[in-house]
């Protein structure tokens, strides 16, 4: 027997931190609330024990790898077990959150297992073959498991009793027993009978298949002797038919010849016939026409100049024989001519640009001469005006004379009349002076001057001022003239100057008047030449014109008479062919009708094979009915030969399901045998109260969905009235889960494996105080009786300490109460709230 | 210590036996007349025991085979 020594815990669930729990306990308690850890602590013995939990493995809630602490990549579990002699053993798991882990077994050191399951192998054998579901059910102990045998449908808590029994197998069985597999290829089977049972009556019956065989092969014999007659009158009349065939190639080939003359003759009298007029004209008529026309032709290109030409068409010599040659070169001899016109047509075209072009340089040249002339006329006059001032006032170098001979009279009297005036003006002065004074000084020379002397001076003063206004008359006289003067002499320089030009333009005018006298002259010269070509042109396009005329009429004549030569020849071949065909002797009709003959025989021939084929081919189709009738036939009875074996299986697998249910009943029945009386021991110690004593757990028949079925029924003693009523009705939450943990606790107890720990991971929540303490106490009292047993509980519950700490006193018995808290990202807090022994 | 786990394997083998011996001793009672279903239902049940119904359907596939013949089975296999 294994008892559990310590764990070491990090990473793993609660715990991220490693944390080494001591374990060496007869009743461990582990108390705290929600969330501490103390589950965590339980599903680590049972990992380390198996590389899985309850939650991975059975409930599938959650992977492997949510089995990793959050603050920490891997899991470490370390847990030590030994035995009654002192035997260590060492389990250790590592498994990272992600890849596989790495595990190990020692036993007092010493290597034994490694690997996740070689090691669990190993953890299976040492607990005496306590697999993993017998570890769920028997050792850790949980609410599920409780639950599932106190709470649901009666079918379903009896698979829950089952599983605990160990007998649970049995309804599996029952259940997935694979019959439809068999009644699947059954089916398939039977499909394929009905298939062939239906093919074999559509073939009908195997005498009536013999006995077309053997119409047919009569009527086979039959038609083969009439195919060998027939072949042979064929062979007959064929070869009569080839020997006629070559003589009817030759009979085509001169018809064919025959009607290609017949075709010609036709088409040359209807050619003959479109040249009505000509009909009857002679030979020689034609031949003459041609000669007439070919001299004049030649004559015509001599006189153009195209003497090689006309030497040429001199030299042909006319005959019926070359009547076409003549023809066609008396057509090239008018084309030629035709040219040459054309050409005459193109030289009086340009000419007559040329005579144009003259004319407009003519209007040029004299319209040029008259602007020039007009000028000229204007310049005669000026000149004219130009001598006439000359004659009247001289010329420019004498009039310039003049003009400074004015000038200086000019400034000569205003010299004069300057001094004058200065005189004037003293005598005015000393005239008023001697009118208030009667003597003065003189104002020039200072000469004194007496009043006696007045009248004189006055007398003087009115001579000065007459004389005075008579040079200022001839001044102004002589300005006029000098302004006039100067007008003179400006036209004559512009006259002058005017009439340097007008020899240039005599010398222009005389150039221009003989350019257009020239032109004018070279204008009627080319107007003669003009007017000389068209004569020639006219004449020539008026031979032309006839010439081609004649031409026309001359092919006609030409291909009549050839025609008519030709038409004698085709007559002449077609007598010949006509002959041929009378010497040859073949008759077409004869050849046509053997030629029907044999495409009657062939038909009849082809009719008889065909006929031959078919019976054949329906002879075959029934001897391979007859094969396929057989294959089937054989095909069928093995198919019924299989579904006879297939049936005795499933009728086997059936009654094999059956005894599988007969077995489960009577499986139950007896271990309920063994498992009632440590029921009752176990509940009459943990259920403390006066209402109930004993419990039952029987196994009744009840009919479910129309099939009979054994099923569980838990009954409890009432103490009042002595009654067996049904737990599940009567009794409240609390008593149902104290009922549930004595069953599960009992068949703990009776199950033959070494793990001597008991594991409860929160079992009792409905349960009074009295009955938790009656709960350890029995438990401990149980454990006594067998030492190394353990009993590990965790619980939220506080009491659960007190209760612990009561009973390992009370029982001498070495206990330990661990009060677990929150520690933050570290992972749990654990304290010894109590240690004995 | 090696003896120390003999004698553990062992009692695993007690316990199962035991259980099975039962349930084998009941099928043969209940199918006596016929030793054939007594050896396929011990077979089967095994099977079952192990959870692993693809085997179970496996083993019924081979007695299918075995009373259909080779060709029979290919076609089988193939269907499903």
């Not at chain 1, 990473?11 to 080494?20: C, L, P, T």
């Not at chain 1, 479109?274 to 041609?290: D, G, K, Y």
């Not at chain 1, 019926?320 to 084309?335: A, Q």
């Not at chain 1, 031959?612 to 189709?621: G, P």
Request: aromatic share 6%; hydrophobic share 40%.
């Amino acid at each position: 027997m294994l008892r559990l020594k310590e764990v070491e815990i990090e990473g793993f669930r609660a715990f991220s931190k490693r944390q080494k729990i001591d374990l060496d306990y007869d009743v461990i308690a582990f108390i705290g609330d929600m969330g501490t850890g103390k589950s965590s602590i339980l599903s680590a013995i049972e990992f380390a024990l198996y590389g899985t939990t309850y939650e991975v493995k059975e409930r599938k809630a959650i992977r492997v790898e949510d089995l990793v602490n959050d603050f920490s990549k891997s899991i470490y579990i370390r847990l030590v077990m030994i035995d009654e002699e002192g035997n260590e053993y060492e389990i250790v798991r590592e498994r990272k959150r992600r890849g596989r882990g790495r595990a190990q077994l020692r036993v007092n050191g010493n290597l034994i297992a490694s690997g996740f399951e070689e090691v669990t192998q190993k953890v299976i054998e040492l607990l005496g073959g306590l697999t993993f579901d017998d570890f769920s059910r028997h050792v850790l102990v949980r609410r599920e498991v409780l639950d599932a045998i106190i709470i649901g449908q009666p079918m379903e808590r009896s698979e829950a009793i089952d599983r605990l029994l160990g007998i649970a197998t049995l309804e599996y069985a029952y259940r997935n027993m694979p019959l439809k597999e068999v009644r699947s290829v059954m089916e398939d089977l039977s499909l394929r009978r009905d298939r062939i049972r239906a093919v074999l009556s559509a073939y009908g019956a195997r005498e009536k298949l013999l006995s077309e065989i053997e119409m047919l092969e009569n009527t086979i014999k039959r038609l083969n002797e009439k195919l060998s007659r027939v072949a042979e009158e064929y062979k007959v009349s064929k070869r009569e038919y080839e020997r006629l065939r070559s003589l009817s190639e030759k009979y085509e080939n001169i018809l064919k010849k025959l009607e290609e003359i017949n075709v010609l003759i036709s088409h040359a009298e209807a050619r003959i016939r479109e040249r009505e007029e000509l009909t009857e004209i002679s030979e020689t008529a034609v031949l003459a026409h041609a000669e007439s026309l070919k001299d004049e032709l030649v004559s015509k290109l001599v006189q153009y100049l195209a003497g090689e030409s006309a030497e040429e068409l001199k030299k042909i010599e006319i005959s019926m024989d070359n009547l076409e040659l003549v023809v066609s070169k008396i057509k090239s001899s008018l084309e030629e001519l035709e040219r040459m016109a054309s050409e005459l047509q193109y030289e009086v075209l340009e000419l007559t640009d040329q005579v144009m072009e003259l004319k407009s340089r003519y209007e040029r040249v004299r319209g040029r001469y008259s602007d020039i002339a007009s000028e000229l006329e204007v310049l005669s006059r000026l000149r004219e005006e130009y001598s006439r001032i000359v004659e009247r006032e001289g010329d420019i170098p004498d009039l310039t004379i003049k003009k400074d001979s004015i000038k200086k009279d000019i400034e000569s009297l205003r010299a004069r009349i300057e001094y004058e005036e200065a005189l004037v003006k003293v005598l005015s002065q000393v005239s008023k002076e001697l009118e208030v004074a009667r003597e003065i000084p003189c104002p020039v020379c200072e000469v004194p001057i007496r009043k006696e002397k007045k009248e004189i001076i006055k007398t003087r003063l009115a001579n000065l001022q007459t004389k005075v206004k008579e040079t200022l008359a001839k001044i102004k006289e002589l300005e006029r003239r000098l302004e006039e003067m100067e007008r003179t002499l400006a036209r004559l320089r512009e006259l002058k100057e005017q009439m340097l030009d007008i020899e240039v333009k005599e010398r222009e005018a005389e150039r221009l008047r003989e350019e257009y006298e020239d032109v004018e002259r070279r204008y009627r010269e080319i107007l003669e030449v003009i007017e000389d070509a068209r004569g020639r042109l006219h004449s020539l396009l008026n031979f032309i014109d006839r010439a081609r005329e004649r031409v026309r009429w001359l092919e006609k004549a030409t291909s009549v008479v050839i025609e008519r030569r030709r038409l004698r020849e085709y007559f002449e071949k077609a007598r010949e062919l006509k002959e041929q065909l009378t010497r040859l002797g073949f008759d077409p009709e004869h050849f046509k009708r053997l030629g029907d003959r044999l495409l009657e025989l062939e038909k009849e021939r082809r009719m008889l094979e065909e006929e031959v084929k078919r019976c054949e081919q329906r002879r075959q189709e029934l001897l391979r009915s007859i094969e396929e009738l057989d294959k089937l036939e054989g095909e069928l009875n093995d198919l019924e030969e299989k579904l006879r074996r297939l049936e005795a299986l499933k009728t086997r697998l059936e009654k094999i399901k059956s005894t599988y249910r007969v077995v489960q009943r009577l499986m139950r029945e007896r271990m309920l045998e063994r498992l009632v009386p440590a029921l009752n021991e176990v509940f009459r110690r943990v259920y403390v109260h006066p209402d109930y004593d004993s419990l039952n757990l029987k196994v009744e028949i009840r009919t479910v969905s129309g099939q009979e079925r054994s099923m569980y029924n838990l009954l409890a003693r009432r103490c009042i009235d002595g009654q067996w009523v049904p737990v599940l009705n009567r009794l409240s939450d609390g008593q149902r889960m104290i009922v549930a943990l004595s069953l599960v606790i009992a068949l703990s107890i009776m199950e033959p494996h070494n793990a001597a720990f008991l594991l409860l991971d929160e079992p009792t929540p409905n349960i009074d105080l009295s009955c938790r303490k009656a709960l350890i106490n029995a438990l401990s009292g149980i454990m006594r009786g067998d030492k190394a047993r353990q009993l590990i509980i965790a619980s939220q519950n506080p009491e659960y300490g007190e209760i612990v700490k009561q009973s390992v006193e009370k029982g001498n018995l070495r206990g330990c109460v661990y009060r677990l808290s929150w520690g933050g990202r570290e992972g749990p807090r654990l304290e010894i709230a109590f240690r004995s022994g | 210590m090696g003896g120390d786990l003999v004698k553990t394997g062992e009692r695993r083998e007690m316990r199962h036996s035991r259980v099975f011996e039962a349930i084998e001793e009941l099928l043969r009672e209940e199918l006596k007349d016929d030793p054939e279903a007594v050896r396929i239902a011990m077979d089967i049940f095994r099977l079952f025991h192990e959870r692993d119904l693809k085997a179970v359907r496996k083993y019924v596939s081979d007695l299918i085979a075995k009373e259909l013949g080779e060709a029979d089975v290919k076609a089988k296999g193939g269907r499903d």
